[in-house]
DNA sequence: TAAAAAGTGGGGATTTGTGGGAAAATATGG
DNA sequence: CCATATTTTCCCACAAATCCCCACTTTTTA
C-alpha cells in the first residue's frame, strides 16, 4: 500500500477529523456495506516517534502485530520493544460521514487542536499540528540536501 | 487474539475497574448467556515482570499453564519460574457492568490507586499507574534501531 | 451553469461509563 | 454452629460520550 497526499483538515466543534476522499480512495475499502455505501474504514493510531500521531490502516496494523507476535515476551527488551508499539495505540472506525474521533490524550500530545495536516506516506498517515508540522516536518532544501546526502549518499544505483 | 490499544480508566469508590467496551470487544465474549446479553469475561490476573499487572483473558492463560506444564519439573529452576509466575496469579470475572475487582496486594504492587492505564498487546493486557506508566512507557526510538531493525528489518514493505 | 460530489454542522437517539443502595456471599469471633 | 462484620456483586438510576442521520454549504465536474 502506498498512500501519497499532504492534506489539510479541520476538526469541527465535537473535534472530529473528517479523513479527505482523496486518501480514502487510496484505501482498500474494507467494508460493511458489500456495495460502495456506507463503507467503514478501520485504523489504528498511535503516539508517533516525533510530536505527531501515526495512524495506520489496520490491516496494515495487522501486518506490524504478526510481526511482533513472534517476539519472545519474556524477553525483557523485546517487551519493551513491542510496548513501544502499542503506547498511546487506539483502533478507530470512520463513521458515517467519513470522520475518525481522536482521544483528547492524543490530541494534546501532539498538540493538535482546530486543525491538522495528515502526511500520507507508504503505509501510514502521519497526523500533525500546523504548528509542529510546519517546524519538524518542514521541507527545508538545505537540510534536504544534506539529509539526502546522508541517507542515500554513496549509494549510486539508488536515483530520485 | 491480537489486542489494542491504551486506555485510561478510574477506579471508582469500591475499587472496582470498569473495562473499556472497546476493548471487550476484542475479546469472544466467553460468556454465559447464549445471547450477547449478561454475557461475562473470565481473566487471570497477575504480577507483572515490571511494576505493572497483567490481565490474561483466561483462554490465553489456559495456553500458557499448559506451556509451562511441560517444563521438567524435576529442575529446581523450572520450578522457581513456574512458581514465580502463579505468585500472585487470581483468576477474575467481570460483574454485570464488565467491571473487575483486584486485590490490594495487586493494586499495591503496581502502586495503583484511583487510576490506572490499560495497555493491550498482543495475548494479554497491561495495568500501569499512571505514573509508572509514563516513565516506563516512555521509549528512545533509537535504542530501539536495531531491534527495530532484526525483526522488521530487511523488509521493505513494513514501516515503522 | 447546472448537477454532482465533497465537506460541514448540529439535533438527538443510543451506547457507554459512573455511582451507590442493598442483597448475597464470605469471613471472623466467640 | 450461630451471630455479626466485612466483602463482593447485583441492580437500577443517572451522567456523559459517541455516533447516526439529515440538512446545508462549498467545491468540482461535465
Same mark, same amino acid.
Given at each position: 500500500m502506498q498512500l501519497i497526499g *499532504?492534506? @489539510?483538515?479541520?476538526?469541527?466543534?465535537?473535534?472530529?477529523?473528517?479523513? @479527505?476522499?482523496?486518501?480514502?480512495?487510496?484505501? @482498500?475499502?474494507?467494508?460493511?456495506?458489500?456495495?460502495? *455505501?456506507?463503507?467503514?474504514? *478501520?485504523?489504528?493510531?498511535?503516539r508517533g516517534f516525533e510530536k505527531c500521531l501515526t495512524l495506520y490502516p489496520k490491516p496494515v496494523w495487522d501486518g506490524i502485530a504478526a510481526k511482533l507476535s513472534r517476539l519472545n515476551s519474556f524477553n525483557d527488551r523485546n517487551r519493551a520493544f513491542i510496548r513501544s508499539f502499542h503506547y498511546g495505540a487506539y483502533p478507530l472506525t470512520t463513521d458515517s460521514a467519513d470522520r475518525i474521533l481522536l482521544q483528547k490524550p492524543l490530541l494534546d500530545y501532539a498538540g493538535i487542536a482546530k486543525e491538522a495536516v495528515l502526511l500520507a506516506m507508504g503505509g501510514k498517515i502521519e497526523i500533525w499540528s500546523p504548528e509542529q508540522y510546519t517546524s519538524t516536518a518542514a521541507f527545508d532544501p538545505n537540510e534536504f540536501a544534506d539529509l539526502a546526502n546522508t541517507v542515500m549518499g554513496g549509494d549510486d544505483e539508488i536515483e530520485l
Open positions: *499532504e492534506y @489539510p483538515v479541520a476538526l469541527d466543534e465535537k473535534g472530529r477529523l473528517r479523513l @479527505p476522499t482523496a486518501l480514502l480512495r487510496q484505501l @482498500p475499502a474494507h467494508a460493511a456495506g458489500s456495495n460502495g *455505501e456506507g463503507a467503514s474504514y *478501520e485504523f489504528v493510531v498511535n
